[in-house]
């Protein structure tokens, strides 16, 4: 069975043309599935979708064989607690006033996980390479990189079986965005990841499974490896043709 | 042959920080050079030193020489002679090198108007007009009559970065230096714009300075590189040789990690 499935998804805001049209996405367990596309592709717009943030004008999108609906508090509840997300800008994404424990808690303090959170938290560093010395500190300390693994601990604190990343590397140095690549494929071996991206390098190095949009449709989709040596719709064909590459 | 941009011994500090230190950089006529580091490298001070923009607090040593003038310590009336003439600037983000109160048209006559007056000459409205729609048709963008008339929120990314390169080369300047012109563009966007660069550059003999932290789409249109970290150069050659041998092992990271995103990819389509 399917974790996350997205079924013939159409949206649009008030004001005419639609951002997705008929967008179908079976997630299974386990997969680490790459969705990318330019501005205007959709992509943030399935990302909010997939979070409960915004409800499709129709189509549906079921967790574990239940309908998302964010209506359903109890509901909504549970799905956070399953699905986290990390964000592109580690600079913005966490508070700058709050020390590195309280930050990577919030999760367990918001969905009222009644366990010894320092020690929670302790565990979520040393999984993406922090030291648990660091509780008391705050964002500022950090570089980018440390930034961005703070925000992976915040979003595996709590357990979550799906991890959502949103450009999460693209903010990132050259050397330091291949660690945290590596950081998330040797997370994604315990859970399913959703990487979207405009990179599709960063998606090649990570994802086993691919998904294009364009203009928010999908318009092709499949086995990574496979899209990469044989593009099959032109607009891939235009992107991978449009990667800059590094000499012989 | 002289150079044209002659940078030596360069170091930046503000009161109580080293920005950059002995950096020594040298282009000549028609030459393509990447400037390549990370953030916080200095890349960018090290451009706006060149053209003498750095902000007021920050004290320069060393020496810059533009077009056979000094740059350090100029009075602004030198500067602005030296400013467009001998070099002109591609920023990174075009919504906000543009005036969004200006139609395009306007902003592209600017330039022109003004290089025609520094070459003795005063354009009519029509002539005007005319060169500023030639300048469009040069950088390809479409529709000219239309984009001429519209503000710069009413047109793409791709298009806004066609605009500002159409105004930098209004002042037909012997140096071009563009400072990550296509870091928030598109992938496909980026092909068009790095394509439309390299093609102007070669046409119009003019140098190059790129400035970018993508190592891939530097080796693409320059022929030298000098690698920059922590304000410092740390390697310098041509692009395929310091890319293929990198020397330093800051380089030597940079490179692998570009490679493996490559190779990643697989072959070149």
Known sequence: MSLLKVDNVTFGYSSGKSVLAGVSLDIGPGDTIGLVGESGSGKSTLLRLLLGLTRPNSGSISFNGTALDPRNAQFMRAYRRQVQIVFQDPYSSLDPRQTVLSIVAEPLRSLKIARDHRQMVMEALVSVGLEPTILGRYPHEFSGGQRQRIAIARAIVAGPSLLLADEAVSALDLSTRIRIVELLKQLSASMTLVFVSHDIGVVAALCEKIVILEQGRIVESGDTKTILANPQHPYTQRLLASVPRMPA | ?269
Do not use: W
């Open chain 2, 1 to 269: 042959m002289s150079a044209l941009l002659d940078i030596k011994q360069l170091s930046l500090h503000t009161e109580n920080v080293r920005l950059l230190y002995g950096v020594d950089l040298t282009i000549a006529p028609g030459e393509r050079v990447g400037l390549i580091g990370e953030s916080g490298s200095g890349k960018s001070l090290t451009a706006m030193a060149a053209t003498g923009l750095l902000p007021t607090n920050i004290r320069a040593s060393g020496s810059i020489t533009l077009a056979g003038r000094p740059v350090i310590d100029a009075s602004e009336h030198q500067l602005n002679l030296l400013r467009g003439s001998a070099a002109a600037v591609v920023f990174q983000e075009p919504l906000t090198a543009l005036d969004p109160l200006m139609r395009i048209g306007r902003q592209i006559a600017e330039p022109l108007r003004r290089r025609a007056a520094r070459d003795g000459q005063r354009l009519s409205g029509t002539e005007l007009d005319a060169a500023v729609l030639a300048m469009m048709g040069d950088v390809a963008l479409p529709d000219p009559e239309r984009i001429a008339r519209a503000y710069p929120h009413e047109i793409s990314g791709g298009q806004r970065q066609r605009v500002a390169i159409a105004m930098a080369l209004a002042c037909k300047p012997s140096l071009l230096i563009a400072d990550e012109p296509t870091t928030a563009l598109d992938v496909t966007t980026q092909a068009e714009i790095l394509c439309l660069l390299d093609r102007l550059v070669r046409e119009r003999n003019m140098a190059l300075l790129f400035i970018s932290h993508d190592l891939p789409v530097v080796a693409g249109i320059v022929d030298r590189v000098v690698v920059l970290r922590q304000g410092e150069v740390v390697e310098a050659g041509p692009v395929h040789q310091v890319f293929a041998h990198p020397q330093h092992a800051y380089t030597q990271s940079l490179v692998a990690a570009a490679h493996a995103f490559d190779t990643a990819l697989g072959a070149a389509p």
